[in-house]
């Protein structure tokens, strides 16, 4: 079984902007590339990654990443892999890998992609990063949404919008409840996420956001359950499921 790693002339910068264009790389890819980026070396099988996204069949996979690389290539025109016999390794543009369309071959991501992923998404150690919730960053005005050219494109986000958020909500989770400083005393100070109401990458504008209306915040237990499904669970749908399994 061969092995894949044909390079192809798309930087970590051209990817980065590649990622934050949403006519680019759609939500449903944003999953899949979460999902191989978050796993050892950044590998995955396609039945791995059907069955984490609840698809029925790994098939669905071979056609959306085909039409991801595609747009990606239109984007660029960068020449795409090519086989032996002419056609294209579509699934080789984002990723290396074997040619197998049977699911068994593995899907690594390309180190530049990774590289531009961990830009874009990569995480601290006060909150970890979901897809349309980028790092929060200071700005003068509170507005989110517009696109930022600095190293790559990205959006921006305020760190006003999440401090008024919590003067007006407070530390504890709007969801469960939690309050890390009540259970872990001082070192817990202060510790708390902002969940989005609205994720910036469905925006795609810049607009004037309301903390008390767009923010609340979440313990990152609860952020992670909101953000589990292609589709992020409402705050009453999280609340619905922790009441349901604490009666049981």
Not at 119 to 138: A, K, L, N, W
């Amino acid at each position: 079984m061969r092995f894949y790693d044909d390079p192809i002339e798309i930087s970590a910068e051209v990817w980065a902007e590649l990622l934050t264009d949403s006519e680019v790389t759609r939500k449903e890819d944003l999953e899949v590339l979460k999902l191989i980026y978050e796993s050892r070396n950044h590998e995955m099988h396609a039945k791995e990654i059907a069955l984490k996204l609840n698809l029925s069949h790994h098939v669905a996979l071979n056609s959306q990443i085909p039409r991801f690389s595609k747009r990606v290539i239109a984007r660029t025109g960068v020449p795409p892999p090519i086989r032996e016999d002419g056609s294209i390794r579509w699934w080789h543009v984002p990723f290396w890998g074997y040619d197998k369309r049977n699911g068994t071959g593995s899907w690594i991501m390309r180190p530049e992609l990774a590289e531009a992923y961990k830009r874009i998404f990569g995480q601290d150690d006060s909150e970890i990063v979901y897809p349309g919730e980028m790092t929060v960053q200071d700005s003068t005005d509170l507005f989110e949404g517009a696109v930022s050219k600095i190293v790559v494109n990205r959006y921006e986000r305020d760190g006003k919008a999440r401090t008024k958020c919590i003067e007006h909500y407070g530390y504890r989770c709007a969801v469960c409840g939690f309050d890390f400083e009540r259970v872990y005393g001082p070192i817990g100070q202060n510790k708390i996420h902002v969940h989005h109401l609205i994720p910036l990458s469905e925006i795609r504008r810049e607009y004037k956001i309301d903390p008390i209306r767009d923010l609340r915040p979440v313990c990152p237990n609860c952020h992670l359950v909101i953000h589990s499904k292609r589709e992020p669970l409402t705050i009453d749908e999280v609340k619905e499921m922790i009441g349901s399994n604490s009666s049981q």
